[in-house]
């Protein structure tokens, strides 16, 4: 994200993963349509497992990139202000702590492991929420400075995601249920 906040730019939305229903982006197009006003645009990144009419029927404020090379997608997340994740069934996307160690807030739901903070490092909505996402978007839209307070806490909150830190999480775990 940008530290110093460009307002006059609009504000830089990526969605990257796999584009199915499951990860919630049929939300992110209705989102998308109600805030065709709104000085948002969409980046959409990864493997497009939804029909070509579902595409076709997203506003022009959204792009669809397709796959993504590994080496590419770091790029992806620097460019963009915010990611947005509304899926409705992941068990821990991995893609919520890459974007917060990229200091991106996250707009989520609570279906894909407990990482961001709603108001904290990000916003969590409701599953299936069109109302709660386009409102977290144009809240983070419209509030630049607290969009990149919150990504500066992401940045904060994945540094407890380190292989090291959940390891020993893990071994605290074991040993606490052994006795």
Known sequence: PHDGVIPDSPLHVLWLGTVGVRKGIQYLVDAAHRLSDAPIRFSIVGPIHITDQAVASAPSSMTFEGPMP?????????????????????GFAITQLEAMAHGLPVVTTPNCG?????????????PRDVDALAEALVYLEENREEAAKMGRKAKKTSKQYTLDRVGTRLEEIVSNVET
Not at 70 to 90: C, G, H, I, M, N
Not at 114 to 126: A, E, L, M, N, Y
């Open 70 to 90: 590994r080496d590419k997608v770091s790029e992806w997340y620097r460019q963009a202000d915010v990611f947005v994740l509304p899926t409705l069934s992941d």
């Open 114 to 126: 407990r990482v961001v903070t709603d108001g904290k490092d990000g916003r969590v909505i409701p």
